[in-house]
């Protein structure tokens, strides 16, 4: 047996998806016009495929604070936090998060992926149990792996389900903790956390929610689902990502559980990466600041929301369950999902293609993600490009 013979089944999988589509393997954004247009193989293209759901990339004011830090601190840190990776900066960061999050404590991480693993393999154990959602991210998946914890996945939102497995896994005496995503990121759609709270309190156990892509963009204040279901005391980790709506690198974990700390020096992916450029860091504290102070740019972001998902439904595409800046667009059959995307491409509009099993229901989708910078003539455009390939849904 050949080191690599067990990637053959993916050697194929990528020959049948270059039959499909050989642009699938050539994308590449030449140059950068704004946060939401681009030019993609020659071609000016509309960006509606980006999570950029702020704008906050292009903002002067962020590239500035980034810019600075960079002159005043260099572009790396060259060490882990718990060596010398430790700068100012990531402690005046991990303050501000806490503050606008209403925490206590708040660890930062060199990325989102990275705050999945180093809490998700430390907080549980072997002798603990996750209850996780279906759709939740690989990296909470892959978090579980790493710490050996028993996992356990209930049905995507389906209360029902994780009131059964709860009741089963709590007679045990075994500390239990469910992880669920605030917006998920393949159909846009919320997790029901005031009735998962009810399910956590009645069973004493932990949650921790996943805001990546809520950050910014759902809450009034744009803490995130915790905040817009009023249950943000109720919360035992809130956890998310610099890569969305803040437009830098990096994740963050938020508790007001005093032992957080202790990851410090218990979390591998935490003691032994590199910690985040003082350029990320400057960038995400000042995308928190312009948060905190323009609500106009949720409003703006859920304006463009709704009119790309109100005209598609009208076309009669299949959806997700409610408008989200995030609008997956269903196929029953790959092909037409590559043939559509391909369409779109041509007419001047980039969205993502997710096909199984990334998608969560073993169909192709096209994703669509919206942004408060788009305008609403962009939005209009996305969307009369996608009436021209509507034949193929």
């Known amino acids: 047996m050949g080191l690599f013979n067990k990637f053959q089944k993916t050697r194929e999988s990528i020959e049948t998806l270059r039959h499909y589509s050989n642009s699938f393997f050539r994308i590449v954004i030449d140059e950068v016009i704004s946060g939401t247009e681009a030019v993609i193989n020659g071609r000016p293209t509309i960006l509606a495929g980006t999570n950029n759901y702020l704008g906050m990339p292009q903002r002067k004011e962020c590239i500035e604070a980034a810019c600075q830090a960079i002159m005043e601190q260099g572009t790396g840190t060259t060490g882990s936090r718990m060596a010398n990776g430790t700068y100012s900066i990531h402690v005046e960061l991990e303050q501000a998060m806490s503050r606008f999050l209403h925490k206590k404590h708040t660890i930062v991480f060199t990325t989102g992926y990275s705050a999945n693993l180093s809490v998700l393999s430390t907080v549980v154990g072997p002798k603990d149990i996750v209850i996780l959602d279906a759709d939740c991210h690989a990296s909470i998946y892959d978090g ?79 803490r995130g689902l915790a905040e817009e279901a009023g249950v943000e005391d109720d919360v035992d980790f809130v956890i998310g990502t610099f890569s969305k ?10 508790s007001n559980h005093k032992e957080l700390e202790l990851l410090r020096f218990t979390s591998r992916p935490y003691v032994f990466t590199a910690s985040s450029s003082p350029a990320n860091i400057a960038a995400a504290r000042k995308a928190i600041e312009i948060i905190e102070r323009e609500p106009e740019l949720r409003r703006r ?44 491409l041509e007419n001047g509009v980039y969205v993502n293609i997710v096909l199984p099993p990334a998608s969560p229901d073993g169909t192709a989708l096209l994703r669509c993600s919206l942004s408060a910078s788009h305008s609403p003539d962009q939005v209009e455009k996305i969307a009369k490009a996608f009436k021209k390939i509507k034949h193929l849904a």
């Open 144 to 222: 579980c792996r790493l710490g050996g914890v028993q996992v356990y996945r209930f049905r995507h939102n389906d209360m029902a389900d994780l009131g059964k497995r709860i009741e089963r896994l709590s007679k045990g005496g075994a500390n239990i903790l469910i992880a669920v995503e605030g917006l998920y990121s393949m159909l846009g759609d919320r997790a029901p956390l005031r009735e998962i709270v009810r399910l956590k309190t009645r069973y004493g156990a932990y949650l921790l929610v996943d805001e990546a892509h809520s950050l910014g963009v759902l809450g009034e204040k744009g």
């Open 301 to 344: 972001l859920w304006e463009n929301a709704n009119q790309l998902f109100n005209r598609l439904q009208e076309m009669s595409f299949v959806l997700g369950p409610a408008p989200s800046p995030i609008i997956p667009v269903r196929f029953q059959e790959i092909p037409q999902a590559f043939e559509a995307w391909n369409g779109l």
């Open 245 to 254: 709506s803040l437009g830098s690198v990096g994740g963050y974990c938020s």
